[in-house]
């Protein structure tokens, strides 16, 4: 079942690592379990670091797709 | 107060051996002649040169003829790499490289007008073997597959990938500059056809490393241009470095398991072991490889939030020598393609190693700076508990 609110997206295009998983860290933290959120990032360390911090955290990671000049990804809070 | 600086970037360059120091100095200073001239002074040279050699031989298991020495481990891969590829032309124009090879290594294959193919590894960075027989199916004239990681420390199934490559007729290249001179090294036993190390990695000094090969291997000379090392590499033998690692290699005999290095190797391993655990233990911190099958003096590992040069800077104010594999702001900005290919965090990133020279505390040493400085990054980001 999908969260009751719209994801939140966070906007870390143009910084550089480790910027970006810090900005996912916040807003997931943010967020309640079951909801999405979305990180826009242009950082080429973004694509490993982001499903690597789900699997650290225990997030669920649901993919990525081409955003302009970089990437949206998307994570589900678990708990 | 001045801290007393440890230097931890053994596997970059490490410090020259006493008996490298010793042999640079001496050849130098009194063995001038060239030895391809057949002077009293040229021959004295060649004798030098071929004692030199016959020493590396047999380090590596091989007969004196096959053994080419070059400027240094870089050389002595783009001698294998590219050597091959413009020798077999009858070959499928195919090679194969495990996706976290030495830059080193990637860069000489996408040179070398072949089709060039990464393999995939698993997340303690072992090639899939697996993928490896796939590729190989399709044909390859040759394969690298490095000994152990030079980020991680992974020891590779190098035995099982070369009877894959005998199967499949394709040469095996094993870069083992990160393991010669510290486990033992063995052409046969490895079963690899091309074996590229280098001296500055063990203490045998800098600006000298060697190819070794086996009977069947083909190979072109990157540089030609005289009759020296057997027409596989032209040039004026840098003599004293050669010397130097020759005479480190006796001293260290790394093939004896009663020798020096095997004793530095069981001791850097407790080392490793120990800063695995605490560095483990850190909040948001992952160790990268395995904590079995991987070199005994390096320890790599990543931590959340942080950038690692930044981190790396702040060791070595704090009076540590690391390196970072991490480039977020600074440098090229690309991530370790090391990292990458494990699915590893890529920020964060710091390599420690180990040499003769790191003992005692330093392990705890080195944790308690690492974890102040991982902390007061995290502050400075706002990030982190």
């Given at each position: 079942?999908?969260?009751?609110?719209?994801?939140?997206?966070?906007?870390?295009?143009?910084?550089?690592?480790?910027?970006?998983?810090?900005?996912?860290?916040?807003?997931?933290?943010?967020?309640?379990?079951?909801?999405?959120?979305?990180?826009?990032?242009?950082?080429?360390?973004?694509?490993?670091?982001i499903?690597?911090?789900?699997?650290?955290?225990?997030?669920?990671?649901?993919?990525?797709?081409?955003?302009?000049?970089?990437?949206?990804?998307?994570?589900?809070?678990?708990? | 107060?001045?801290?007393?600086?440890?230097?931890?970037?053994?596997?970059?360059?490490?410090?020259?051996?006493?008996?490298?120091?010793?042999?640079?100095?001496?050849?130098?200073?009194?063995?001038?002649?060239?030895?391809?001239?057949?002077?009293?002074?040229?021959?004295?040279?060649?004798d030098?040169?071929?004692?030199?050699?016959?020493?590396?031989?047999?380090?590596?298991?091989?007969?004196?003829?096959?053994?080419?020495?070059?400027?240094?481990?870089?050389e002595?891969?783009?001698?294998?790499?590219?050597?091959?590829?413009?020798?077999?032309?009858?070959?499928?124009?195919?090679i194969?490289?495990?996706?976290?090879?030495?830059?080193?290594?990637?860069?000489?294959?996408?040179?070398?007008?072949?089709?060039?193919?990464?393999?995939?590894?698993?997340?303690?960075?072992?090639?899939?073997?697996?993928?490896?027989?796939?590729?190989?199916?399709?044909?390859?004239?040759?394969?690298?597959?490095?000994?152990?990681?030079?980020?991680t420390?992974?020891?590779?199934?190098?035995?099982?990938?070369?009877?894959?490559?005998?199967?499949?007729?394709?040469?095996?290249?094993?870069?083992a500059?990160q393991?010669?001179?510290?486990?033992?090294?063995?052409?046969?036993?490895?079963?690899?056809?091309?074996?590229?190390?280098?001296?500055?990695?063990?203490?045998?000094?800098?600006?000298?490393g060697?190819?070794?090969?086996?009977?069947?291997?083909?190979?072109?000379?990157?540089?030609?241009?005289?009759?020296?090392e057997?027409?596989?590499r032209?040039?004026?033998?840098?003599?004293?470095?050669?010397?130097?690692?020759?005479?480190t290699?006796?001293?260290?005999?790394?093939?004896?398991?009663?020798?020096?290095?095997?004793?530095?190797?069981?001791?850097?391993?407790?080392?490793?072991?120990?800063?695995r655990?605490?560095?483990g233990?850190?909040?948001?911190?992952?160790?990268?490889?395995?904590?079995?099958?991987?070199?005994?003096?390096?320890?790599?590992?990543?931590?959340?939030?942080?950038?690692?040069?930044?981190?790396?800077?702040e060791?070595?104010?704090?009076?540590?020598?690391?390196?970072?594999?991490?480039?977020?702001?600074?440098?090229?900005?690309?991530?370790?393609?090391?990292?990458?290919?494990?699915?590893?965090?890529?920020?964060?990133?710091?390599?420690?190693?180990?040499?003769?020279?790191?003992?005692?505390?330093?392990?705890?040493?080195?944790?308690?700076?690492?974890?102040?400085?991982?902390?007061?990054?995290?502050?400075?980001?706002?990030?982190?508990?």
């Amino acid at each position: 079942m999908s969260a009751s609110r719209p994801a939140t997206v966070v906007d870390a295009l143009g910084k550089p690592c480790p910027v970006p998983v810090i900005a996912l860290a916040k807003a997931v933290e943010q967020a309640r379990p079951g909801e999405e959120v979305v990180v826009l990032s242009d950082d080429a360390g973004a694509k490993v670091d982001i499903p690597v911090w789900c699997r650290m955290k225990g997030h669920e990671y649901l993919g990525q797709a081409e955003a302009g000049r970089g990437w949206s990804f998307r994570v589900r809070r678990s708990s | 107060m001045a801290t007393q600086r440890v230097y931890l970037d053994h596997a970059s360059a490490a410090p020259a051996h006493p008996a490298a120091l010793a042999a640079l100095a001496q050849v130098a200073r009194s063995l001038p002649g060239d030895p391809s001239r057949r002077h009293a002074e040229g021959r004295a040279a060649r004798d030098l040169l071929e004692s030199a050699r016959a020493a590396t031989a047999a380090a590596l298991g091989v007969a004196a003829e096959r053994v080419a020495f070059t400027s240094g481990g870089t050389e002595a891969v783009h001698l294998a790499v590219r050597g091959v590829a413009t020798a077999n032309r009858a070959r499928p124009r195919r090679i194969l490289s495990a996706a976290v090879e030495h830059s080193a290594v990637l860069a000489a294959a996408d040179a070398s007008g072949c089709a060039h193919t990464r393999v995939p590894v698993d997340r303690d960075g072992r090639v899939d073997l697996d993928a490896l027989a796939a590729a190989l199916r399709d044909g390859a004239a040759l394969v690298n597959l490095q000994h152990a990681n030079h980020e991680t420390g992974t020891l590779q199934p190098v035995a099982e990938a070369a009877a894959l490559c005998r199967d499949a007729d394709a040469l095996l290249h094993v870069d083992a500059c990160q393991t010669f001179g510290r486990l033992p090294v063995d052409v046969v036993t490895l079963g690899a056809d091309l074996v590229s190390v280098s001296a500055a990695k063990f203490g045998g000094g800098r600006g000298t490393g060697a190819l070794a090969w086996s009977p069947r291997a083909r190979f072109r000379p990157l540089l030609s241009g005289d009759e020296r090392e057997g027409r596989r590499r032209a040039g004026l033998e840098h003599l004293p470095g050669i010397a130097a690692m020759a005479e480190t290699l006796l001293h260290l005999r790394p093939g004896d398991p009663q020798g020096p290095a095997a004793a530095e190797v069981a001791r850097c391993d407790r080392l490793r072991r120990r800063l695995r655990a605490r560095l483990g233990d850190l909040d948001d911190v992952a160790v990268h490889g395995p904590p079995n099958d991987a070199l005994p003096h390096i320890v790599a590992a990543s931590a959340l939030y942080v950038d690692g040069e930044t981190l790396a800077a702040e060791l070595d104010r704090a009076g540590f020598a690391v390196h970072s594999g991490s480039s977020c702001a600074s440098t090229s900005g690309r991530p370790s393609h090391v990292l990458v290919a494990m699915g590893a965090l890529t920020h964060g990133h710091v390599r420690v190693s180990f040499g003769p020279d790191v003992a005692g505390d330093v392990v705890e040493r080195f944790a308690e700076a690492f974890a102040t400085a991982v902390g007061a990054l995290r502050a400075r980001l706002g990030a982190g508990r």
